[in-house]
T-cell receptor
Framework: DGGITQSPKYLFRKEGQNVTLSCEQNLNHDAMYWYRQDPGQGLRLIYYSQIVNDFQKGDIAEGYSVSREKKESFPLTVTSAQKNPTAFYLC?????????????FGQGTRLTVV | AQSVTQPDIHITVSEGASLELRCNYSYGATPYLFWYVQSPGQGLQLLLKYFSGDTLVQGIKGFEAEFKRSQSSFNLRKPSVHWSDAAEYFCAVGSNYGGSQGNLIFGKGTKLSVKP
């Protein structure tokens, strides 16, 4: 089955800790994205990658880091510098980063700081 | 700047009633438009998309949307709502400008509740 897998589904982090969210796709897509979702705020872009070994900051990149060493993987690290990390995180991918192409989404990871 | 506005934060309709969710966009060129649906705690699923041609687009689950260039709108409709349609709906426009918005610019969403 082709798709996007995010893990874990739920994640708890202590304040001051870094934590990494996994996103893997087997759709052979070039572009991948990370969004943060908070109630009433819609989807806000954190980082995106148009191709392996390249990525760009989105609107709310501060306190986050990513890597794109393999086409199928785009992990997101939430660092201790992120002031309010509790949120629902969505990973997506698309064939390319062109505007006519729709994105496919994973099931999300809910991160809670305890 | 490109943007998408969904004026209604929350809509409640009765089961069996018709539905229209509004979406207005701001984009300098011919827009590529999408509607997505999100069930609670889940990812987003594509309902339909508009690229060109017929301005009335059919999607999955009985949804349709009409592109009106003169009104910069792309409203989502369904003739008869089912309880399982309760979810959050997002309108998006595709952008080649990239930058900090990437290639898909989303509205803030409309939450649909369905009354029995």
């Amino acid at each position: 089955d082709g798709g996007i897998t995010q893990s874990p589904k739920y994640l708890f982090r202590k304040e001051g800790q870094n934590v990494t969210l996994s996103c893997e796709q087997n759709l052979n897509h070039d572009a991948m994205y990370w969004y943060r979702q908070d109630p009433g705020q819609g989807l806000r872009l954190i980082y995106y990658s148009q191709i392996v070994n390249d990525f760009q900051k989105g609107d709310i990149a501060e306190g986050y880091s990513v890597s794109r060493e393999k086409k199928e993987s785009f992990p997101l690290t939430v660092t201790s510098a992120q002031k309010n990390p509790t949120a629902f995180y969505l990973c997506a991918s698309s064939i390319s980063a062109r505007r006519e192409v729709e994105a496919f989404f994973g099931q999300g990871t809910r991160l809670t700081v305890v | 700047a490109q943007s998408v506005t969904q004026p209604d934060i929350h809509i409640t309709v009765s089961e069996g009633a018709s539905l229209e969710l509004r979406c207005n966009y701001s984009y300098g060129a011919t827009p590529y438009l999408f509607w997505y649906v999100q069930s609670p705690g889940q990812g987003l699923q594509l309902l339909l998309k508009y690229f060109s041609g017929d301005t009335l687009v059919q999607g999955i689950k009985g949804f349709e949307a009409e592109f009106k260039r003169s009104q910069s709108s792309f409203n989502l409709r369904k003739p008869s709502v089912h309880w399982s349609d309760a979810a959050e709906y997002f309108c998006a426009v595709g952008s080649n400008y990239g930058g900090s918005q990437g290639n898909l610019i989303f509205g803030k969403g409309t939450k649909l509740s369905v009354k029995p």
